[in-house]
């Protein structure tokens, strides 16, 4: 029972464009939700998180997006630049857990093209 | 800054041997994970402890168990070796807030079962 999806295995944009990944998930108790970025080889790291309180969270150039009436949630990339294409998953926890366990979705492998 | 170290970069170990994955965190942080990541399926959750000698499944257990004897380590142990655990095994920690918050993740371990 995938409770965090990432439905686009992949996506692929031009260098200066927009990138959007989507992020769905089905349990109601999560209320904070986070995106990592993933090189090969490497350990993934924390782009931008949001809690939901919150409908948006900006960073530079990383916006995320939380619409919890539909269970969804969207990081904004702009512009993008070849150094952005990883893989970026996105991940959801239960503050009232109190373990501080991160759910996965799948992964959105991300691709810009000079 | 926090530094989550693993052991080993890459591990080939044969069917039926024990294999042992270590990760120390240098950051007093309670939480502390270990994931595999496999290529389509995302990070999963196979153990997780929220203290010292504390510890509960996660989504994936079967075939793993862990240790964790002092607050800085958390060892991820394949009883007897199998192929379908050929995988890149990643370990984190957070601290406890409550939930809330972002996991630092080690640089993974590769792990070959042959």
């Known amino acids: 029972d995938q409770q965090v999806k990432q439905n686009s295995p992949s996506l692929s944009v031009q260098e200066g464009r927009i990138s959007i990944l989507n992020c769905d998930y089905t349990?109601?108790?999560?209320?904070?939700f986070l995106w990592y970025k993933k090189y090969p080889a490497e350990g993934p790291t924390f782009l931008i998180s949001?809690?939901?309180?919150?409908d948006k969270n900006e960073d530079g150039r990383f916006t995320v997006f939380l619409n919890k009436s539909a269970k969804h949630l969207s990081l904004h990339i702009v512009p993008s630049q070849p150094g952005d294409s990883a893989v970026y998953f996105c991940?959801?926890?239960?503050?009232?857990?109190?373990?501080?366990?991160?759910?996965f979705g799948q992964g959105t492998t991300l691709q810009v093209k000079p | 800054d926090v530094k989550v170290t693993q052991s080993s970069r890459y591990l080939v170990k044969r069917t039926g041997e024990k294999v042992f994955l270590e990760c120390v965190q240098d950051m007093d942080h309670e939480n502390m994970f270990w994931y595999r990541q496999d290529p389509g399926l995302g990070l999963r959750l196979i153990y997780f402890s929220y203290d010292v000698k504390m510890k509960e499944k996660g989504d994936i257990p079967e075939g793993y168990s862990v240790s964790r004897e002092k607050k800085e380590r958390f060892s991820l142990i394949l009883e007897s070796a199998s192929t379908n655990q050929t995988s890149m095994y990643l370990c984190?920690?957070?601290?406890?807030?409550?939930?809330?918050?972002?996991?630092?993740f080690g640089q993974g371990t590769r792990l070959t079962v042959v």
């Open positions: 991940a959801a926890s239960a503050r009232s857990s109190n373990t501080g366990k991160l759910i």
């Open positions: 949001i809690s939901s309180i919150k």
């Open positions: 984190a920690s957070s601290p406890e807030t409550g939930g809330g918050t972002e996991a630092f």
């Open positions: 349990n109601s108790m999560f209320d904070y």
